[in-house]
């Protein structure tokens, strides 16, 4: 299983950025996918953008072209940078690897991102 340790989030007011950064403890470069997914108080987790080996991403339609998703194989590190944040965005953000050879799916412990102004 693959650790995962975000980091990144803070407070910010609408309409700025953040970049979120997850570093995984092995090299990333045969995870099969690595991704975010993001649950606000009271909600459940669900997915924001997903990163594939073969360089396809994937993203929710709620993130309407503000988001991008990232990888870099030498640092073993996926982002997720994020502009024109929402109030709405606000939710502790949570880094994902699915590891297609033993079939472990990982997760971090999280990062909070709060959008207030």
């Known amino acids: 299983q693959v650790q995962l340790v975000e980091s990144g989030g803070g407070l910010v007011q609408p309409g700025g950025s953040l970049r979120l950064s997850c570093a995984a403890s092995?090299?990333?470069?045969?995870?099969?996918?690595m991704g975010w997914y993001r649950q606000a108080p009271g909600g459940q987790r669900e997915q924001v953008a997903l990163?594939?080996?073969?360089?396809?991403?994937k993203y929710a339609d709620f993130t309407e072209g503000r988001f991008t998703i990232s990888r870099d194989n030498a640092k073993d590190t996926v982002y997720l940078q994020m502009n024109s944040l929402k109030p709405e965005d606000t939710a502790v953000y949570f880094c994902y690897a699915y590891d297609l050879g033993d079939g472990v799916r990982s997760w971090g412990n999280g990062t909070q991102v709060t959008v207030s102004s």
């Open positions: 092995k090299a990333i470069n045969t995870l099969y996918v």
């Open positions: 990163h594939f080996v073969s360089d396809d991403a």
